[in-house]
């Protein structure tokens, strides 16, 4: 992960992240709470948005052009009283919003769980003031390093998540949910910046597993799994963008019939 904006205050830095994510770009805080905790946050206290690196230019893109959006601040040597009340109102109303919004995303209650009993948290949970989670950041294989952080909604379910899943030091996956439950999950299993691995699921449920081509973005093999199990397998044998070969399988995983898909 690499900065990409220094944040006034914890709100400013998760408004930026909702905009973001918005755009279907991921990225996490740094620096509004733990600070110390897992070595990994800036001493001063800083608070930080930060993205993967293959993310960095879209992600500046996007807040290059929202902060060229916000109105410039007009000083008046002598406003008028109707102006001045109306400004004041709506000073009031922006302040009220940003409450408001703090209120229920900005991290100020932590917890931690540690799972071997060393004396080092090895997951830290944050609440905003209305008791939602906001963040989990979890060291799954124990070695002292996140690798795995979940993000929440205003409503305090889940939303999405990155995750190092070699343990190498680089987040390659990133999921996302629906209704609290996981809905698909990217994958960049080479390291390229590219999301060659694509998983969607049902309810929870793994249903297929998508090989994409690195230029294309076009799957070149799609599996789909009952149960867990492997049940039908498609291929792009000619590398044209369409899948033309389906493979079928038993229930102990052998293929039992392959036949060419009608191309329509």
């Given amino acids: 992960m690499t ?3 220094q944040a006034s205050n914890a709100v400013e830095a998760y408004m930026i992240l909702h905009l973001l994510e918005q755009k279907g770009l991921s990225g996490r805080v740094d620096g509004e709470y733990l600070q110390g905790g897992i070595g990994e946050l ?3 206290g800083l608070v930080r948005v930060m993205v993967a690196e293959q993310d960095y230019e879209a992600a500046k893109a996007i807040v290059d052009e929202w902060d060229a959006a916000q109105p410039a601040q007009v000083h008046e040597s002598a406003p008028a009283s109707g102006g001045r ?5 709506a000073a009031g109303v922006i302040a009220g919003l940003i409450c408001a919004y703090g209120y229920y995303r900005t991290p100020v209650t932590i917890d931690g ?3 071997n009993f060393d004396g080092v948290p090895d997951e830290h949970r944050a609440y905003s003031p209305a008791g939602r989670p906001v963040k989990t950041e979890a060291d799954r294989n124990l070695d002292g390093k996140v690798d795995y952080i979940t993000a929440y909604g205003t409503n305090g379910i889940l939303e999405s998540a ?7 030091g680089r987040f390659e996956s990133r999921q996302t949910f629906r209704a609290g439950q996981l809905h698909r999950r990217e994958t960049d ?3 390229d910046g590219f999301h060659d691995l694509r998983s969607s699921y049902r309810h929870g449920v793994l249903q297929s597993v998508e090989y994409l081509h690195p230029v294309s973005g076009l799957p070149r093999r799609i599996d789909y799994f009952r149960l867990g199990k ?6 792009d044998t000619d590398h044209d963008g369409r899948m033309d070969t389906r493979i079928l399988y038993n229930a102990s995983g052998e293929a039992v019939a392959n036949e060419a898909i009608r191309q329509d």
């Avoid at 990155?162 to 190498?168: A, K």
Wanted: a negative charge; proline letters at 7%.
């Fill in 189 to 191: 299993t080479d390291g």
């Fill in 113 to 115: 769980i540690d799972h």
């Fill in 42 to 44: 800036p001493a001063a």
């Fill in 230 to 235: 492997l049940h039908a397998e498609e291929r």
């Fill in 162 to 168: 990155v995750s190092d899943d070699d343990f190498n």
């Fill in 3 to 5: 900065p990409l904006y």
């Fill in 85 to 89: 009340r109306l400004g004041m109102f």
